[in-house]
T-cell receptor, first 109, second 115 residues
Framework: DQQVKQNSPSLSVQEGRISILNCDYTNSMFDYFLWYKKYPAEGPTFLISISSIKDKNEDGRFTVFLNKSAKHLSLHIVPSQPGDSAVYFCAASVDDMRFGAGTRLTVKP | NAGVTQTPKFRVLKTGQSMTLLCAQDMNHEYMYWYRQDPGMGLRLIHYSVGEGTTAKGEVPDGYNVSRLKKQNFLLGLESAAPSQTSVYFC??????????????FGPGTRLTVL
């Protein structure tokens, strides 16, 4: 029972353009959402989060949008840089945290 | 300040062998977690602990045992390894279990292969 879904296993964008990573969830009880970034041979690291009482949170080039009615979360990276190439995991929590399967982002120079 | 460390980084086992993975954190976090990562499955919670001396089952606990004898350490044991347990294992810790303080800090992972 995957409560958090990332339906795009991979995404490729050109340097300088916008990257949009999407995430859907099924449990309406989730009250906090996070994005983690993972480089090869390393553990995931926290990137940005949003509470369910907000619909947008911005941190530099990274913005997370939350649409509660659609149970949809997205991460925007503008402008994308080659160093952003990594696997991005969406996560949602209430008492425990559930992760999506991840989206591999490749930013081409 | 090392954060979360995991030992070993790699291990190859034969079916039926046992082993223990060690996780240590120096952030004084109450909560600790063990996940496994498999292709197309994301991170799945095996067991977790809400404090020293406590453990609880996650999504996929079968075939694993855990212990949290000290606040800074969380051990994951495989009593009789099976090929289905071939995976990358991540340990994580957090100050709280959810909300703004629930951000989890991850170790670098242990790649386990069971032949």
């Amino acid at each position: 029972d995957q409560q958090v879904k990332q339906n795009s296993p991979s995404l490729s964008v050109q340097e300088g353009r916008i990257s949009i990573l999407n995430c859907d969830y099924t449990n309406s009880m989730f009250d906090y959402f996070l994005w983690y970034k993972k480089y090869p041979a390393e553990g995931p690291t926290f990137l940005i989060s949003i509470s369910s009482i907000k619909d947008k949170n911005e941190d530099g080039r990274f913005t997370v949008f939350l649409n509660k009615s659609a149970k949809h979360l997205s991460l925007h990276i503008v402008p994308s840089q080659p160093g952003d190439s990594a696997v991005y995991f969406c996560a949602a929590s209430v008492d425990d945290m559930r992760f999506g399967a991840g989206t591999r982002l490749t930013v081409k120079p | 300040n090392a954060g979360v460390t995991q030992t070993p980084k790699f291990r190859v086992l034969k079916t039926g062998q046992s082993m223990t993975l060690l996780c240590a954190q120096d952030m004084n976090h109450e909560y600790m977690y063990w996940y496994r990562q498999d292709p197309g499955m994301g991170l799945r919670l095996i067991h977790y602990s809400v404090g020293e001396g406590t453990t609880a089952k996650g999504e996929v606990p079968d075939g694993y045992n855990v212990s949290r004898l000290k606040k800074q350490n969380f051990l994951l044991g495989l009593e009789s390894a099976a090929p289905s347990q071939t995976s990358v294992y991540f340990c994580a810790s957090s100050y709280m279990s959810g909300g703004a303080m629930g951000e989890q800090f991850f170790g670098p992972g242990t790649r386990l292969t069971v032949l």
